[in-house]
């Protein structure tokens, strides 16, 4: 009797951390839609692009804005009611959406679609190694952070030196270390479902949560293969 309980219970439990999942993949998803299609409408807007790229201020300001949002977000997202947290994250989504139009005048428009189907394999292949595998990756996630603090200020030094060589090996430890989270923040977000709470506005934010954290591991992996892979114009 005490076996078959708690057989039921180890069910109930992957269960409802599968639907848990899927409503993570499903905000992740539309938030990646929403970025596709401002950045696509914007790009062929050339009265938009005037706008956004005509003064060298606005995309400064947008990615200040960008920065400031996605760490308000990330950190008050629980404190905010569930259709804040949506809207701020759709709204983060969009703004990334403009400033990702200016892909559109450096690369061209098969690369950019072949290089998100890489993408799109690569995350899924290891988001679903981190949802299914039985080991821990708890040990990757303070290598994985030091490698993208490392990344993030070779990147600023390389600002100065220009150096193609640094450009390319940031690029390759970039896509390494956003292979390594997206395994990674797959299983954290999987064990951090409060059971439980299905249905209520915690579980939503919990999802839109898991849901950025997924959705900025895609883009970053996507613009580090779009240096790799992407045509210029």
């Given at each position: 009797?005490?076996?078959?309980?708690?057989?039921?219970?180890?069910?109930?439990?992957?269960?409802?951390?599968?639907?848990?999942?899927?409503?993570?993949?499903?905000?992740?998803?539309?938030?990646?839609?929403?970025?596709?299609?401002?950045?696509?409408?914007?790009s062929n807007s050339p009265a938009m692009m005037n706008i956004i790229f005509g003064n060298p201020i606005m995309p400064i300001v947008l990615i200040i804005a960008q920065i400031g949002l996605v760490f308000w977000l990330a950190s008050r997202v629980m404190q905010m009611s569930a259709s804040q947290a949506t809207g701020v994250f759709m709204l983060y989504a969009g703004?990334?959406?403009?400033?990702?139009?200016?892909?559109?005048?450096?690369?061209?428009?098969?690369?950019?679609?072949?290089?998100?189907?890489?993408?799109?394999?690569?995350f899924g292949a290891m988001s679903l190694y981190g949802y299914t595998t039985k080991k821990d990756l708890t040990s990757w996630g303070s290598f994985l952070f030091m490698g993208l603090i490392g990344i993030i200020i070779a990147s600023l030094v390389?600002?100065?030196?220009?150096?193609?060589?640094?450009?390319?090996?940031?690029?390759?430890?970039?896509?390494?270390?956003?292979?390594?989270?997206?395994?990674?923040?797959?299983?954290?977000?999987?064990?951090?479902?409060?059971?439980?709470?299905?249905?209520?506005?915690?579980?939503?934010?919990?999802?839109?949560?898991?849901?950025?954290?997924?959705?900025?591991?895609f883009i970053n992996l996507f613009l580090m293969l779009l240096r790799l892979m992407g045509d210029r114009r």
């Open positions: 009797m005490d076996s078959s309980y708690r057989t039921m219970s180890v069910d109930a439990t992957a269960a409802e951390q599968q639907r848990f999942m899927v409503r993570v993949y499903n905000w992740m998803t539309a938030g990646l839609a929403i970025t596709g299609f401002m950045a696509f409408y914007i703004l990334t959406g403009v400033t990702f139009s200016a892909i559109f005048m450096a690369y061209t428009t098969a690369s950019i679609f072949s290089t998100f189907l890489v993408t799109a394999g690569t390389n600002i100065f030196m220009q150096s193609s060589m640094m450009h390319m090996i940031i690029t390759y430890a970039g896509v390494l270390i956003f292979v390594g989270l997206t395994a990674y923040d797959t299983q954290k977000i999987k064990e951090m479902n409060i059971l439980g709470n299905e249905g209520t506005d915690e579980d939503t934010k919990e999802a839109i949560r898991g849901a950025l954290t997924l959705y900025l591991d």
